[in-house]
């Protein structure tokens, strides 16, 4: 289905959509590139506003509809719209001085709804200049820290919570998707650890043994899997974690160099029908351990920026994004494709990523939880108590779009 962006009459700003570029897609050469954290196999890409408004201009004529024009109009389709008084509300409007913001944000489908915002405009009609860094985790936390990136989006880690207990100004500002439910998007194992006959997966089997993600220690490994080496007796020193770029953890699972990988999406499809491998586990169904935007110390004073960004994302996925067939039309995938930087045969995924236009950040207790997982392990976290809540995260940015937003 074409991802839906249904014009109001009350709607007070343009749009354009996915349906409504369909045409400038179909033109387009899709640029090949290589969660869930990282692919790997691209070499870092930046991506600003500005170069898509120059590259977005005018679209053919297609023929198909009518119009007075000689081609076919790219204009913004009307957007969804603000919500009641908030409708009217200065603090709901476009920047008045325009903003730079730069963002760590990775070329795979989890992180498609800051791709297709900045893609399509979003960003730009709320006053925002934005420029998309393709980051590892490992590689943006360290900019993040020092304000060369304002934002990060990744899974929560020991990194980021031993940097926040250090006293780096690094702050969850919001979850990014959801887990769907058909998904196998997690931890795979070697079929000979988890044989066919046997329904739950026994821990103590990966005493000894190598588990690998994007993130290593610290990551998803940990707050999947953690729980069930607790249960199991064992401590973080019982198993060998590994990072590596998630298209080369599937293949060290099929090779035999590891026992258990972190498949994300699309990856995980590889694996299915193997019978090699057997699926595990997934992501629990919270937003605090998906992946997130974690802002930095350049946010801290910017609270109308940031809710200005969160306002385009949100405009993003209700308008383009909503429910779990958005990959289903062949001109939305082609568009989709190139906002991201993959190919159309990457797209071909059976459970997509599911994303909420609310944003809705969830039960803020699980960063407790996660970090007491961490804690119980032993040797992640650089202290002992886990951080509490109000110091992990700042909603303000969230909070005020939220507001706005119907």
């Known amino acids: 289905m074409t991802p839906r962006h249904v014009p109001k009459p009350s709607a007070t700003r343009s749009r354009r959509s996915i349906a409504s570029a369909a045409a400038v897609a179909l033109t387009l ?78 070329q795979l489908l989890p992180y498609l709804p800051v791709h297709i915002a900045e893609h399509l405009g979003y960003f730009d009609e709320e006053g925002i200049d934005l420029t998309i860094e393709n980051l590892r985790s490992s590689e943006a936390l360290p900019l993040l820290g020092q304000g060369d990136i304002d934002y990060m989006i990744a899974p929560v880690s020991a990194q980021l919570f031993n940097a926040i207990d250090a006293g780096v100004e690094l702050r969850w500002a919001s979850p990014l998707n959801t887990a769907n439910p058909e998904s196998m998007n997690g931890l795979w194992v070697k079929a000979e650890l988890f044989p066919p006959e046997e329904d739950e997966f026994d821990w103590t089997k990966m005493k000894g043994r190598t588990m690998v993600s994007s993130t ?113 039309d062949e001109a939305s995938r082609q568009l989709i494709a190139e906002a991201v930087g993959l190919e159309e045969a990457d797209l071909d995924v059976e459970a997509p990523n599911l994303f909420d236009p609310r944003l809705d950040p969830g039960d803020l207790e699980a960063f407790t939880r996660n970090q007491q997982v961490m804690i119980d392990l032993g040797s992640l976290l650089e202290y002992d108590e886990p951080i509490p809540v109000e110091d992990l995260v700042d909603l303000r940015g969230l909070d005020a779009a939220r507001e706005c937003l119907s």
């Not at 201009?57 to 023929?63: I, L, Q, S, V, Y």
């Not at 973080?236 to 590891?258: C, K, Q």
């Not at 169904?285 to 801290?300: H, K, L, N, T, W």
């Open 216 to 328: 290593g220690h610290g990551g998803v490994l940990t707050y999947v899997a953690g729980p069930h080496m607790l249960e199991a007796g064992m401590s973080i020193d019982d198993i060998t974690a590994l990072a590596m770029p998630s298209a080369d953890l599937i293949v060290a699972l099929e090779n035999g160099s590891v026992d258990m990988a972190w498949a994300p999406s699309p990856f995980w499809e590889r694996l299915v029908g193997n019978p090699d491998f057997r699926f595990v586990e997934g992501f629990p169904p919270e937003p605090a351990s998906d992946i997130g935007i974690i802002a930095g110390p350049s946010m801290s004073d910017r609270p109308e920026v940031a809710a200005a960004f969160f306002r385009a994302l949100m405009r993003a996925i209700e308008d383009n994004l909503q429910g779990g067939d958005y990959l289903e």
């Open 29 to 106: 050469v899709v640029a090949g590139c290589g969660s869930s954290e990282d692919d790997g196999s691209a070499s870092p890409a930046t991506t600003t506003s500005e170069d898509t408004a120059a590259a977005d201009t005018t679209a053919p004529d297609t023929g198909d509809r009518e119009t007075d024009d000689t081609t076919a109009s790219t204009a913004p389709a009307t957007s969804q719209p603000v919500d009641g008084e908030a409708a009217d509300d200065p603090a709901c409007a476009p920047l008045a001085e325009p903003a730079s913001i730069k963002i760590s944000a990775l």
